[in-house]
Nanobody, 128 residues
Framework: QVQLVESGGGLVQAGGSLRLSCAAS????????MGWFRQAPGKEHEFVAA????????YYPDSVKGRFTISRDNAKNTVYLQMNNLKSEDTAIYYC?????????????????????WGQGTQVTISS
């Protein structure tokens, strides 16, 4: 399996931007489709973005579409989440996760614990 470490979280004002990074090590990162999830206090994990192994396909839920952009650099074994126009409701711990399945909306929007591996998360706090 691939091991994942997120970074880039922090405190930012509403309307601001952050870019999260997820560094991967271990087996063939470029063969995995990748997802980002978040968990706000007292809530379940929420899917926020997915990208195919090649980077050619992406998917976002309506809650972040147009504000968040997922990308990857397979040469650097890293996936990114660019977050713009941040809102207080984006406050959460953000996790990246890897899944070695065919990329479809159905397979990528499963609960995070149905992914093959995930990281420890990075805290994002938006102040209003």
């Amino acid at each position: 399996q691939v091991q994942l470490v997120e970074s880039g979280g922090g405190l930012v004002q509403a309307g601001g931007s952050l870019r999260l990074s997820c560094a991967a090590s271990g087996r063939a990162f470029s063969s995995y489709n990748m997802g980002w999830f978040r968990q706000a206090p007292g809530k379940e994990h929420e899917f926020v973005a997915a990208i195919s192994w090649s980077g050619s396909m992406t998917y976002y839920p309506d809650s972040v579409k147009g504000r968040f952009t997922i990308s990857r650099d397979n040469a650097k074994n890293t996936v990114y989440l660019q977050m713009n126009n941040l809102k207080s409701e984006d406050t959460a711990i953000y996790y990246c996760a890897a899944k070695g399945r065919i990329f479809t909306i159905a397979t990528m929007t499963t609960p995070m614990d149905e992914y093959d591996s995930w990281g420890q998360g990075t805290q994002v706090t938006i102040s209003s």
